[in-house]
């Protein structure tokens, strides 16, 4: 029981709360109106038309979508305080687990963490 209890310390001394509880990842879903579209998370292909990825918690991720004879569309993924941080005030009042929460990125959480981006594509007028 003292190992157990031991171990339990010491990861609460190593990791904060949100990072035990929800981790230090999370999945980002994009999706896209127009078929055959490529789409790139942080500048990696992750498939075409709808992708999922594991990404980081702590950084705005870039969401590009390409198409070609389209116009590429890029955006920045959004973050926002994940309030299971602050349990690590009951821990040690903050002064570690805290910190250590927003150094390893488990104090945020990709919100919202589905996107629809679609190219921007003009249709081709037909010639008579």
Same mark, same amino acid.
């Given at each position: 029981?003292?190992?157990?209890? @031991?171990? +339990?310390? =010491?990861?609460?001394?190593?990791? !904060?709360?949100?990072?035990? %509880?929800? /981790?230090?990842?999370?999945?980002? *879903?994009?999706?896209?109106?127009?078929?055959? &579209?490529? #789409?790139?998370?942080? /500048? &990696?292909?992750? /498939?075409?038309? *709808? @992708?999922?990825?594991?990404?980081?918690?702590?950084?705005?991720?870039?969401?590009?979508?390409?198409?070609?004879?389209?116009?590429?569309?890029? #955006?920045? *993924? *959004?973050?926002?305080?994940? $309030?299971?941080?602050? +349990? !690590? #005030? =009951?821990?040690?009042? /903050? %002064? +570690?687990?805290?910190? %250590?929460?927003?150094? $390893?990125?488990?104090?945020?959480?990709?919100?919202?963490?589905?996107?629809?981006?679609?190219?921007?594509? &003009?249709?081709?007028?037909?010639?008579?």
């Amino acid at each position: 029981m003292r190992k157990v209890i @031991a171990a +339990l310390c =010491l990861m609460a001394m190593f990791t !904060g709360c949100a990072s035990m %509880i929800h /981790g230090t990842s999370e999945n980002l *879903s994009v999706n896209s109106l127009e078929k055959g &579209t490529t #789409i790139f998370i942080d /500048g &990696t292909p992750r /498939g075409y038309d *709808s @992708a999922m990825a594991q990404v980081k918690k702590g950084k705005p991720h870039e969401i590009r979508v390409a198409k070609q004879g389209c116009q590429d569309v890029s #955006i920045m *993924s *959004s973050e926002r305080f994940d $309030a299971t941080s602050l +349990l !690590g #005030i =009951l821990i040690d009042f /903050g %002064i +570690l687990t805290i910190p %250590i929460d927003m150094m $390893a990125g488990g104090a945020w959480k990709v919100e919202p963490n589905t996107y629809t981006v679609t190219p921007i594509c &003009t249709e081709q007028p037909n010639k008579s």
